[in-house]
Nanobody, 125 residues
Framework: QVFLVESGGGLVQAGGSLRLSCAAA???????MGWFRQAPGKEREFVAA??????????ADSVKGRFTISRDNAEAKVTLYLQMNSLKPEDTAVYYC?????????????????WGQGTQVTVSS
C-alpha cells in the first residue's frame, strides 16, 4: 500500500528552481513531515521538516535561505511541498518525503515511520 508519493523532480541548471510535492494519505494529517535526500555514494541526509503541532519548520544548514518547506492539509488530502531555489550541483540527489507522529528530533531519519519512493533531482553546472 502506497502512503506517500513524491513528484516534481527533474533536471535543472544551477541557479534554477524546482518544486517538489508529496501526496500523503489523509491519515497523516496530524503527522510531522520531512524531506530527506540521498546522493550517489553518500548517506541519506536531512533537508527540511515541518512539525505536526505548530507547523514549525526546520532546515539543514546547507539549504537554509534557498529551500522552503510547506504543507497543505486540505480535506481528505495532505500535500507536502519543498520549494527549491538557487539550486546547486551539490543538491543533486534522490529526494524522499517521510512522516512521523513525533514533534521532536525531526532531523533524525530513524524517527520517521513511513517513506515515499523518492524523486530524482539533478542540477547541472
Amino acid at each position: 500500500q502506497v502512503f506517500l508519493v513524491e513528484s516534481g523532480g527533474g533536471l535543472v541548471q544551477a541557479g534554477g528552481s524546482l518544486r517538489l510535492s508529496c501526496a500523503a494519505a489523509p491519515a497523516f494529517t496530524g503527522y510531522s513531515m520531512g524531506w530527506f535526500r540521498q546522493a550517489p555514494g553518500k548517506e541519506r541526509e536531512f533537508v527540511a521538516a515541518i512539525s505536526r503541532s505548530d507547523y514549525s519548520t526546520y532546515y539543514a544548514d546547507s539549504v537554509k535561505g534557498r529551500f522552503t518547506i510547506s504543507r497543505d492539509n486540505a480535506e481528505a488530502k495532505v500535500t507536502l511541498y519543498l520549494q527549491m531555489n538557487s539550486l546547486k550541483p551539490e543538491d543533486t540527489a534522490v529526494y524522499y518525503c517521510a512522516v512521523t507522529d513525533s514533534s521532536y528530533y525531526l532531523e533524525r531519519g530513524d524517527g520517521y515511520d513511513y517513506w515515499g519512493q523518492g524523486t530524482q533531482v539533478t542540477v547541472s553546472s
